[in-house]
């Protein structure tokens, strides 16, 4: 089993069309540097999605990501769910079947205001904080995280590996920490970095650092990058910045974790 960046940037992504920062031109020069709105999948003998960005559509395509059996929304943001309108044209013409999705009463609210009634093609089960999801050889937990109402990251436990994924959030809960805490993979937002300008919602790069020490999980990857802001940094400074740590990597769209199953 694989957990799959499709992206992971934030919501502005890299590079944009009216920069012309060096983050950007480093993206420009090279595409592996590129960063697309932040989703993950999980990849087995079933595929779980997180997330639905705007570029969704070529992110799977990119992948060979044809089925997908599940989705998880973590929060109703457009960068998260912009691309809501691809799986509902796979869910009516494709499966021809409702295609079950999981999210807080919240974020389904929010949806619905801007994309009519979701369950004409969602099987939508509502989930709050601390609740457990299983399927087979998997299981979701429901994690609070601090950012829009209702927002969740979610804990995927397999055979003998725990996965956390919380693209947006703030501080930590003290209930959500220790439920992370010696973690194998934690997956972090990192928007900022230098000053964070949304402490309540977001992490800055040190912030998410600091953190996942603190858990002392076993790797941490640090998603949902802006770059540019506050303080515009490119992929090969920030590698350079964070090589003092084994444990902490960049993600990068594209990158495949195993975590067993």
């Known amino acids: 089993m694989e957990l799959v960046f499709l992206g992971t940037g934030a ?3 890299v590079p944009v069309f009216y920069c012309g920062c060096p983050v950007c031109e480093e993206a ?20 779980y999605l997180i997330d639905a960005p705007p570029e969704l559509s070529v992110q799977l395509m990119r992948e060979g990501i044809c089925r997908i059996d599940g989705l998880f929304l973590t929060h109703a943001h457009h960068d998260h769910c912009a691309g809501l309108g691809d799986l509902e044209i796979y869910a009516r013409y494709h499966l021809k079947a409702k295609l079950p999705a999981v999210m807080t009463k919240e974020t389904l609210e929010e949806l619905e205001k801007s994309h009519g009634s979701l369950k004409d093609w969602l099987q939508v089960t509502l989930v709050a904080p601390g609740v457990t999801l299983k399927y087979p050889g998997i299981e979701f937990t429901a994690l609070p995280a601090s950012h829009a109402p209702g927002t969740l990251g979610y804990l995927i436990n397999t055979a003998g590996v725990s996965t956390a994924y919380l693209p947006d959030n703030g501080p930590l809960t003290p209930w959500c920490a220790a439920r992370l805490r010696g973690v194998d993979n934690l997956v972090l937002d990192a928007t900022f970095h230098g000053e964070n300008w949304y402490p309540q919602q977001h992490l800055a790069v040190h912030e998410a650092i600091r953190i996942g020490r603190e858990l002392a999980v076993k790797r941490l990857y640090l998603t949902h990058m802006s770059m540019h802001y506050s303080e515009p940094v490119t992929s090969a400074a920030l590698e350079q910045e964070i090589a003092a740590y084994d444990s902490v990597h960049l993600a990068y769209d594209g990158l495949r974790l195993g975590i067993g199953g």
Do not use: E, F, M
């Open 11 to 13: 919501g502005n992504g």
């Open 28 to 47: 420009q020069g090279d595409a592996r540097l590129r960063r697309t709105r932040s989703a993950v999948a999980v990849v087995g003998d079933a595929t």
